[in-house]
C-alpha cells in the first residue's frame, strides 16, 4: 500500500478540502473502515459479558477478538491486556496500584521528557507517600542521558517510568538499555507509549518492560480507548482501584473476590464500540506494516528538517537527536501560536504551546515551540506547502 496522497481517500477529512493536516502527535484521523466497524456494533449494540442471549454473545466474542488483534499487535498474550480510557487513564492507574507500598526513602525514577501525564500522577502520589522523583538528564542532542540515569537508579528505585517517544520533541529513548538498567536493581518499568506505537515496530517481549501503555486515538483509532499492556506476574498481584460490576467472581455484603486477569481490572460497562474501532485500526496499520509506516515517515523527516534549515530565524529543537517524524521548532521572534494562527488561515493545521511538557519547556529555556507531526497519509506536498505558509510568516513579521 503506497503512502502519502494515495492512502488519504481512506479518510472521509480529506474528502472536500485541502486540508494539510501536521497534529498527529495530538490526534490521528480515522480510516473510513474503523468508523464503519464501529457504526456496526452501535446499530446492533448490547452489552458484554453479562447477557445470555446470542446479542451480547456475539458482541462479548467481537470484545475479546479485538483484546487479541491488540495482543498480537505487542507481541503480548490477550490476558496481557488491560483495557482502559486511554494512556493518561492508565498511567494514573498504574500510580495508585504500584505506589501502595512505597515510603519515604525510596525513590521513582522518570525523564526530563516526561508529558505531564507521566509526571502528575507520581507527584501526587510522591505528596502522600514520602518517596522521591528523579529525573533522568538529556545529553547535547537532547536524548536521554544513559550515565545519568546509571547515577540516579539505585538500590532504593521502585519504579522507572518513562516516555518511549517524547510527544514533544519527538527523540526516541534508548528503551531497551533503560530497562535493562533498572532490571538489575529490581525496579519496575514502565513505558509511555503513547506516541512510539503508532511510528515504531513495538514487541513487549523483546523491550522487556514491565508494562506498555498507549491510546488508540494516536494509532487511527477512536478517542477514550486506550490499553495497558502488563506482565502477567505482575498483574496477578496488583490490587484493583477501580470497582464495580464485572470484576468480581464473588461478592457478600461484607467483602468481595476479584475476577481473574485482566477482567479484575475493568469495572463496569467499558468502552466496547472503542475497542472494535482500534482493534480495525490496528489491522489496517498492520496491513501497511509498521516497518513502511516508520521508514515514510522518516523520508518525511530528512526532506521536512531540511526545508526547514532554509528559513532564516528558523531552529529545530533536537536537530541532531534520533527521532520519529515530530518536529518542534522555533522562530525568533515570532510566537508559536501566531505561526500557527498564520497556517490555519492557509488549511495548515499545527500544534502550539509547551505541548503538555511545562517543565521541558522550562529546562530548555523555551515558552513552546511550534511542533509538526506526520501521519501515514502526509507527503511532500504537505511540507512544501508547510514551508510556503512559514515564509508567509517571515514576511509578517
Known amino acids: 500500500m503506497k503512502l502519502g496522497k494515495d492512502i488519504k481517500k ?9 486540508l494539510v493536516y501536521l497534529d498527529n502527535g495530538a490526534t490521528a484521523q480515522i480510516p473510513n473502515i474503523v468508523v464503519e ?19 451480547s454473545g456475539n458482541a462479548s466474542k467481537k470484545y475479546e477478538d479485538a483484546r487479541k488483534v491488540i495482543a498480537d499487535f505487542l507481541s503480548a498474550e490477550s490476558q496481557e491486556i488491560v483495557l482502559t480510557g486511554g494512556t493518561t487513564s492508565g498511567i494514573n492507574m498504574l500510580s495508585q496500584m504500584l505506589c501502595k507500598d512505597l515510603k519515604a526513602g525510596d525513590n521513582i525514577v522518570l525523564t526530563r521528557l516526561e508529558h505531564h501525564a507521566n509526571l502528575i500522577p507520581w507527584q501526587q502520589k510522591s505528596k502522600e507517600k514520602g518517596f522521591e522523583i528523579r529525573f533522568i538528564e538529556l545529553n547535547k542532542n537532547l536524548e536521554l542521558d544513559l550515565e545519568s540515569a546509571k547515577k540516579l537508579i539505585d538500590e532504593k528505585t521502585k519504579i522507572v517510568s518513562f516516555v518511549h517517544v517524547s510527544n514533544a520533541l519527538g527523540v526516541i529513548s534508548p528503551a531497551k538499555k533503560l530497562i535493562k538498567i533498572a532490571k538489575k536493581v529490581g525496579a519496575i518499568t514502565i513505558l509511555d507509549g503513547a506516541q512510539s506505537i503508532v ?101 518525511l523527516c530528512s526532506y521536512t528538517i531540511k526545508s526547514l534549515k532554509e528559513i532564516e530565524g528558523l531552529s529545530i529543537i533536537a536537530e541532531e537527536a534520533k527521532r520519529v517524524s515530530i518536529i518542534s ?3 525568533e521572534g515570532v510566537h508559536p501560536h501566531d505561526i500557527a494562527s498564520i497556517l490555519d488561515s492557509q ?10 511538557t ?18 501515514i ?21
Request: glycine content about 8%; proline content about 3%.
Open 10 to 18: 481512506d479518510f472521509k477529512i480529506f474528502d472536500s478540502n485541502n
Open 37 to 55: 466497524e464501529m457504526n456496526n456494533y452501535y446499530s446492533v449494540k448490547s452489552n458484554i459479558h453479562r447477557g445470555a442471549y446470542k446479542l
Open 199 to 299: 511510528s515504531i515496530e513495538v514487541n513487549v517481549k523483546d523491550l522487556d518492560c514491565d508494562f506498555f501503555i498507549f491510546s488508540g486515538h494516536k494509532l487511527y483509532g477512536p478517542t477514550g480507548v486506550g490499553v495497558i499492556f502488563g506482565k502477567i506476574k505482575l498483574l496477578e498481584k496488583l490490587e484493583p482501584v477501580n470497582f464495580g460490576g464485572d470484576m468480581i467472581s464473588k461478592v457478600s455484603y461484607i467483602d468481595a473476590i476479584w475476577n481473574e486477569v485482566p477482567f479484575k481490572f475493568e469495572a463496569g460497562t467499558p468502552p466496547i464500540a472503542q475497542v472494535v474501532g482500534l482493534a480495525k485500526s490496528i489491522k489496517y496499520m498492520q496491513d501497511i506494516g509498521m516497518k513502511a509506516v516508520f521508514e515514510h515517515e522518516q523520508n
Open 329 to 331: 521548532f522555533v522562530i
Open 347 to 356: 488549511n495548515i493545521a499545527v500544534r502550539a504551546g509547551h505541548h503538555c
Open 358 to 375: 511545562m517543565p521541558l519547556m522550562k529546562h530548555l529555556g523555551i515558552n513552546g515551540t511550534t511542533r509538526i507531526s506526520f501521519g
Open 377 to 397: 497519509y502526509n507527503d511532500v506536498e504537505d511540507v512544501d506547502r508547510l514551508v510556503e505558509g512559514l515564509k508567509k510568516v517571515k514576511e509578517l513579521f
